[in-house]
């Protein structure tokens, strides 16, 4: 398997710009988790579904940021509109059957508001 | 609010050295605490993990101490390598939640 895929690795992008980040998880996984990684805050979790459901979005910072989760497959996180605050590496991560089992991190992408 | 604290913040050790990350938490409702390694430009990726009911668990050079009385874990790499120069992050998840808290990281350098 590929592993968690992770589109585009590295976004530069005006602020006021609406922001895709992509994921395809690991096939067979259940659940799968969004973090934001900063040197301030370390690694926060931001939403995770479960079978393509959103079951906790309490970690995202604020109504700019949405995620969906259409298919098994496929997974987006947007920001509209963004704020250079908004500058960090956003992780995709996946994992089978129970969030006790491993979870798979996908290289990340690099985001950068200016 | 950081549920699980991590200590040092970096550290560097010589090669052949014993590298040790300390973590403390306060909710008595983790039960499941692994380990993740990082590595530039890498997602995180799992070490070790351990549950309550051990003290101990070894894998290799690495070894997870547990102690549920004081809230404390740590990680023990022994025979330290330059190739283990990465950023160790702590964490714990909750028995009946799905959440991992993560601690801060622990920029690890071993010199040769």
């Known amino acids: 398997d590929a592993g968690v895929i992770q589109s585009p690795r590295h976004e530069v992008t005006e602020m006021g710009q609406e922001v895709t980040l992509r994921c395809k998880p690991i096939?067979?996984?259940?659940?799968l988790f969004w973090y934001r990684q900063t040197m301030m805050r370390g690694l926060e979790l931001l939403i995770y579904?479960?079978?393509?459901?959103?079951?906790?979005d309490s970690g995202m910072p604020e109504d700019r940021f949405s995620a969906k989760m259409p298919n098994a497959s496929f997974s987006t996180l947007k920001i509209q509109p963004s704020e250079p605050r908004d500058s960090a590496v956003y992780f995709c991560?996946?994992?089978?059957?129970?969030?006790?089992?491993?979870?798979?991190f996908g290289p990340g992408t690099r985001l950068l508001v200016l | 609010q950081q549920q699980v604290k991590q200590s040092p913040q970096s550290l560097i050790v010589q090669k052949g050295g014993i590298s040790i990350i300390n973590c403390a938490y306060e909710?008595?409702?983790?039960?499941?605490f692994p380990w993740y390694q990082q590595f530039p430009g890498k997602g995180p990726a799992l070490l070790i993990a351990?549950?309550?009911?051990?003290s101990e668990k070894k894998e290799g050079r690495f070894t997870i101490s547990f102690n549920k009385s004081a809230k404390q874990f740590s990680l023990h790499i022994m025979d330290s390598q330059p190739g283990d120069s990465a950023t160790y992050f702590c964490a714990a998840l909750p028995n009946s939640g799905y959440a991992l808290n993560f601690g801060k990281g622990t920029s690890l350098l071993v010199t040769p």
């Open positions: 909710n008595t409702a983790f039960d499941y």
């Open positions: 351990i549950r309550p009911d051990v």
């Open positions: 991560a996946s994992s089978l059957v129970t969030p006790q089992e491993t979870q798979y």
């Open positions: 579904f479960n079978n393509n459901v959103p079951i906790d």
């Open positions: 096939s067979g996984h259940d659940y």
